[in-house]
């Protein structure tokens, strides 16, 4: 199957369920919701399926779901207990899976498939309203534990040919990740602006040299006390190396503190500008 190249994403996808949280507790998530249901087109035809890249699944090496029927992983703490009986049932897919492993050996990256894991909350939370109908097929791609820069940016370029067969592919993260830490605004403002700056206005190569030094960045480890919430934009980037980046949702007071930001990758297909 041969159709246009589909754009790549990272999307900072909220905190724990929140997509499946009732009132008032939703009222916090509003913009991010409404960002993720303008979204909803770019995943139609000709798009077959989703991989993502969450920043809530870590391997040494590299893991790939495999089931036909995920089921769900519950990895958060502090909720209503509501929020541990939810369920999002789209399918996984076997095939695409394989294909991931496949791509990924052909260029030396050895990876296994895993037919236990489930949707966790960096899959399900943007998922619930990107795809309500849970009708999409998504398959997911661990991190490293290493969590290498490089590492990923050459993971995102081995999968670049799923592009073209209908697969979007999305790195589920945060744009800053340190709810504890100190002066969140000042911090996640600053390095949001080194993001927008990489990600959005840098030359190619350029931004995959920032990339690989990010700890550079100001308030880097401030605003990612620990990367697993970066690394996933790593595989987004290197998927569509050589194409231009776009800001497609920011958000200057998330949970009334933070600026947040999420990025898209290449050029929206043609079923989505129609």
């Known amino acids: ?16 369920p929140w997509s499946f949280v009732e009132e008032p507790r939703r009222a916090n998530y509003v913009n991010l919701e409404r960002f993720l249901i303008e979204l909803r087109p770019e995943l ?85 309203v990107l795809a309500p109908g849970e009708n999409v097929p998504i398959v997911q791609l661990s991190l490293d534990v290493g969590m290498d ?50 990600l959005v206005q840098a030359k190619p190569a350029e931004r995959t040299k920032q990339l690989i030094r990010w700890e550079d960045a100001p308030y880097a480890r401030d605003a990612h006390a620990r990367e697993d919430h970066l690394i996933p934009l790593m595989v987004a980037v290197g998927a569509a190396e050589e194409e231009p980046g776009a800001c497609v949702y920011h958000e200057k007071a998330f949970l009334q503190m933070i600026t947040a930001s999420s990025f898209r990758f290449g ?5 989505a500008t129609a």
């Not at 993260?173 to 403002?189: C, I, K, T």
């Not at 050029?267 to 079923?271: E, G, I, K, L, Q």
């Open 1 to 16: 199957m041969s159709i246009d190249l589909l754009p790549t994403y990272f999307l900072s996808h909220g905190g724990g």
């Open 149 to 198: 820069p490089a590492l990923h940016l050459q993971v995102g370029r081995l999968l670049a040919p799923l592009r073209q067969e209908g697969v979007v592919i999305i790195g589920s993260g945060f744009s800053y990740h340190n709810f504890r830490g100190a002066r969140p605004g000042v911090v996640s403002q600053q390095f949001d602006a080194w993001l927008q700056h990489v």
């Open 44 to 128: 139609r035809s000709p798009v077959r399926a989703v991989l993502i890249i969450s920043g809530h699944w870590e391997e040494r090496g590299f893991a790939i779901s495999s089931s036909a029927k995920p089921g769900m992983v519950f990895d958060y703490s502090g909720f209503p207990e509501y929020l541990y009986h939810i369920s999002y049932a789209a399918p996984g897919s076997p095939e695409i899976a394989e294909r991931v492993r496949d791509l990924l050996a052909a260029g030396g990256v050895p990876a296994r498939l895993d037919s236990e894991r489930g949707y966790d909350h960096g899959t399900f939370s943007l998922m619930k």
């Open 267 to 271: 050029s929206p297909h043609t079923d």
